[in-house]
């Protein structure tokens, strides 16, 4: 078994973080009865023997002791990770594991990347490596954050360079909560534009997920219960309406349902990695796979079913019901329109009670309404973990390597266009040390560069499919 180590930067991607690590320990207390440390808890978490004091030793067999998250809470305001430390996963944490500030980055990249960065870059180093140290076989890094912000743009791109530069064989996951039109941050757009520079050179794989789409599936899941179709019992403890067992005491954040769904992606994502199945699926998988081209690496992912997310007492859809929804825009994590953009590649992964014959019969039917690359049309993953989610007989997620991403990065850059041309709240980042305006131009051409490469492949859509010239061999 391999271990991975979740990195959460900021507001945003603490409180993901947060709800990731809630659900994780729900999920495997479903399975693991016996309360054995076994290989799946591994992936995730450490057994720790805390009798010895606060560093006690590993215990790699028997009994769980104490369970450890493998992981990093970074925050330059110390707000939620303090929630984090006085609610119910306190004990998961330690606070070898944690760097705060008081001050928080002022909504500016430059702040979180040039400042920060340099002043806590040994000390990120350090954890890091304690938290590798831990691990026998580390495969990859999630980092989780959000856009928009000063510390999860600047910090969050900051660590990645770093990730990149110390464990350069370790794959890089990038979980990235873009901002909406509406963003109340005035300087999002310039944040997310500087980020997706450093996006783009130092990932393996971004899941880009948009804050109006997990809106739109929290609003239809409330709708879905509210009007009685799939059965008006909500379950107790529900994964979305139910908030990391406080609820009877703390009203739910608006922004719980919204984590909630994140948190759900990222558990299907490494189901794999952490139970049986009959056609198991490695994270370096999805990134060999998926990701043809080294700065096209934005995977655009779909849950389904989504009352999954709300724990709703409904029959289970039809199996086939499952896969066509998969492929549709209600589902999808990130408004786009993949059906009528071009396929790169595309992975299924599958939870539960599912066969390898389902899988493909299902492929062959979407197969036509599909377009693929000329060069790729076999371009499909597969992965089927026997493991369900909690009380759920089976789910699917599917993440696409398409051109559909392309609309989210004109939008991002004509956003900060406007600003740009007028100099707007410019004079924030040029004062930070290290900042000059080349900054800017460097990281819109960055961005410009990855729509034309976007634009190159959709021109290639609908013509006829070349297979390439074969090599001649002189005689």
């Known amino acids: 078994m391999t271990q991975s180590v979740v990195v959460q930067v900021g507001q945003c991607g603490n409180q993901v973080g947060c709800r990731f690590w809630d659900l994780a320990l729900r999920e495997h207390a479903a399975v693991n009865k016996k309360g054995i440390y076994d290989e799946a808890l591994s992936s995730f978490f450490r057994n720790v023997d805390t009798r010895s004091g606060d560093n006690g030793p590993d215990i790699y067999k028997g009994k769980i002791c104490s369970l450890k998250a493998r992981a990093l809470l970074i925050d330059m305001e110390e707000g939620v990770v303090n929630e984090i430390l006085q609610g119910p996963l306190r ?22 990347h040039k400042i920060y960065g340099c002043q806590y870059r040994e000390n990120i180093v350090e954890k890091l490596r304690k938290t590798a140290e831990h691990c026998d076989c580390l495969q990859c890094f999630f980092i989780i954050h959000s856009m928009g912000g000063g510390t999860g743009s600047g910090l969050g791109t900051f660590v990645l360079n770093l990730l990149e530069e110390e464990f350069p064989e370790v794959y890089r996951f ?12 005035i300087t999002s757009p310039y944040n997310s534009v500087l980020a997706m520079k450093e996006l783009n050179e130092h990932a393996d794989c971004v899941l880009p997920i ?43 954040k608006p922004f719980d349902a919204m984590n909630n769904i994140v948190a759900n992606l990222l558990l299907n ?42 724990d709703v007492n409904v029959p289970s859809r039809r199996l086939d019901q499952m896969f066509s929804d998969a492929f549709s825009r209600d589902h999808q994590l990130i408004q786009a329109d993949p059906k009528h953009s071009l396929y790169l590649a595309c992975a299924l992964l599958v939870r ?11 492929i062959e039917r979407l197969k036509p309404s599909l377009h693929f690359v000329s060069w790729n049309q076999e371009g499909w993953k597969t992965g089927l973990c026997s493991v369900p989610p909690v009380g759920h007989s089976h789910s699917l997620l599917a993440l696409a390597n398409n051109t559909c991403v392309k609309p989210t990065f004109i939008e991002l850059k004509d956003r900060f266009m406007k600003l740009y041309k007028k100099k707007a709240h410019l004079h924030h980042y040029l004062q ?7 900054c800017f131009s460097e990281a819109i051409a960055s961005l410009s560069d990855l729509i034309e490469e976007y634009n190159e492949l959709d021109a290639t859509k609908g013509g006829p499919r070349i297979d390439p010239s074969r090599l001649k061999i002189a005689v």
């Open 174 to 185: 990038v979980t990235s909560v873009y901002p909406s039109g509406e963003d109340d941050v």
């Open 269 to 310: 994502l490494t189901s794999s990695a952490r139970f049986e199945g009959s056609l198991n699926m490695d994270l370096n998988e999805i990134s060999m796979n998926l990701v043809p081209f080294p700065r096209l690496h934005y995977l655009v992912s779909s849950l389904t079913p989504l009352y999954t997310l709300a």
């Open 210 to 252: 948009e804050n109006e789409s997990l809106f739109e599936i929290v609003n239809k899941i409330h709708q879905m219960i509210n009007s009685g179709k799939l059965g008006s019992t909500v379950k107790q403890n529900s994964l979305v309406t139910w908030s990391a067992g406080s609820a009877k005491t703390l009203p739910e």
């Open 91 to 112: 004990d998961v944490f330690d606070s070898k594991q944690l760097i705060t500030d008081v001050s928080g980055s002022g909504n500016n990249w430059a702040v979180g």
């Open 432 to 438: 930070i040390d290290g900042m000059e305006q080349s």
């Open 352 to 362: 539960g009670n599912v066969q390898v014959s389902d899988l493909r019969r299902n």
